[in-house]
């Protein structure tokens, strides 16, 4: 649903669980960046999950995620998140 979605819609982020049913984020992430930057395999990504070890931080930034947030999340932080790499990927198109 998130791919048919980047095929009309360029978000300036990817917001995403890592528990998903069906497709987890970690998967989700990996065929996004599959896509061309014009179809949005370069859209900066936040994976927002309840899996909050370190490992998990490192396997979330390896698979393609930009930045980890584990739940509870603070909502200002998420905003500052959100701003920051949204303006960064206006930078780079």
Not at 5 to 27: C, K, N, R, W
Not at 68 to 92: D, I, M, W
Request: proline share 5%; no cysteine.
């Amino acid at each position: 649903e998130a791919l048919r979605a980047l095929e009309t819609f360029h978000p300036d982020v990817l917001v995403s669980d890592i528990a998903m049913p069906d497709e987890d984020g970690y998967q989700l992430i990996a065929r996004v960046r599959e896509l061309d930057r014009e179809r949005g395999g370069a859209v900066p990504a936040v994976a927002l999950t309840a899996f909050a070890a370190d490992d998990d931080r490192v396997r979330a930034l390896v698979a393609g995620y930009d930045v980890h947030l584990s739940k509870p999340v603070n909502p200002e932080e998420v905003v500052a998140f959100v701003t920051q790499l949204a303006r960064r990927g206006r930078v780079a198109a």
